[in-house]
């Protein structure tokens, strides 16, 4: 049992602290995971790690901390509060050198209180194109069926499904205040769906694929990230790109703000351009920061804000002649 000192001294930490015995129960927490958890601090004494750490998978990961005495860490584990909020936090557990085990609790911060405020302008955005969207998808239509031959009316097809797609996020931003719509999703699939738009442009680059085939689904909103690679190939075209190479790889031990994933899939958009300008590379991803004087500033942002609702990051390395967007997707919450 830690003795009294010790105690008093855990009692002034912000960060949340618990003991708990071999049996996975609790001895002790200090006030301030108390709060976080919302019980009263004796009221826990004696009860299971399993009321407010209910995944199987994190209380075999404490099981395994105290059977082979070593520190494992749970990054965004999800707490079962006794006020029944949500809430998610990154927690360290080790051998207490009593037979049980000392747990940090770092909660997370909320994701309303972190969300970006381009949201905001996301939704005024996807209000002004609601229109003219219903527009492009009732012209599409007309062609469709006034056209001759099956390559000009996969065209018109090709354009109503964007148009929907399109109208179907704006749809999100306005109704849904923006949440994704997580499913199973095939990464390659929408490289493929990429190439296809791609090569219905009026000058389209050329293209090479560097596929990993073994690589898993993740789990994802597949119209959000079909956009954010819409968004960097096009940005690569639009600045003077005429070699687009689509890769995709497993890396694993990635750095995303404060956590590291174990294991996420990249995805590349490596392009032979001029390049970021130098004046531009810190802020790329602000909004309204552009390096074309017809940009709006709104697509690298908008492509950062997706991939870190999806858990990733997106970043930008390089040289001119050879510019690499990377998107980051986690692997270890895939189905």
């Known amino acids: 049992m830690r003795n009294e000192a010790w105690r008093a001294w855990a009692e002034q930490l912000a960060t949340g602290v618990a003991q708990v015995d071999a049996d996975l129960r609790v001895r002790w927490l200090n006030s301030a995971l108390a709060e976080l958890l919302g019980c009263g601090m004796r009221s826990a004494a004696g009860q299971s790690l399993a009321l407010w750490l209910g995944a199987a998978d994190d209380l075999a990961q404490a099981r395994r901390a105290l059977d082979e005495a070593r520190f494992v860490q749970l990054r965004e584990a999800k707490l079962s509060t006794f006020d029944e909020r949500a809430l998610e936090a990154d927690i360290g557990m080790q051998p207490d050198g009593d037979g049980g085990l000392l747990l940090e609790v770092h909660a997370l911060a909320e994701r309303s209180q972190t969300a970006s405020p381009l949201s905001a302008t996301l939704r005024g955005f996807a209000h002004e194109v609601k229109n003219p969207l219903a527009g492009l998808r009732g012209a599409a239509q007309l062609l469709q069926r006034r056209v001759d031959g099956a390559e000009l009316q996969a065209l018109a097809g090709l354009i109503i499904d964007e148009a929907d797609r399109l109208a179907a996020l704006a749809n999100r931003l306005l109704h849904h205040g923006g949440a994704a719509q997580l499913g199973v999703v095939n990464i390659h699939q929408l490289l493929d769906r990429l190439s296809e738009l791609l090569q219905a442009e009026p000058s389209p680059p050329r293209l090479r694929h560097d596929f990993d085939p073994s690589l898993p689904d993740v789990r994802g909103d597949a119209d959000r990230l079909q956009q954010v690679l819409l968004n960097l190939a ?33 995805v590349d958009v490596v392009d032979d351009g001029p390049g970021v300008p130098a004046e531009l590379r810190d802020m790329l991803f602000e909004p309204l920061v552009s390096g074309r004087a017809d940009g709006t500033g709104l697509g690298l942002a908008l492509s950062r804000e997706i991939a870190h609702e999806h858990g990733g990051e997106l970043r930008c390395a390089g040289r001119p002649g050879e510019t690499v967007f990377s998107l980051y997707l986690p692997l270890e919450h895939a189905p």
């Open 234 to 266: 096009r940005n690569a075209v639009e600045a003077g790109a005429r070699m687009l190479t689509l890769r995709t790889r497993a890396e694993h031990g990635v750095r995303v703000g404060t956590r590291v994933l174990r294991s996420a899939l990249r």
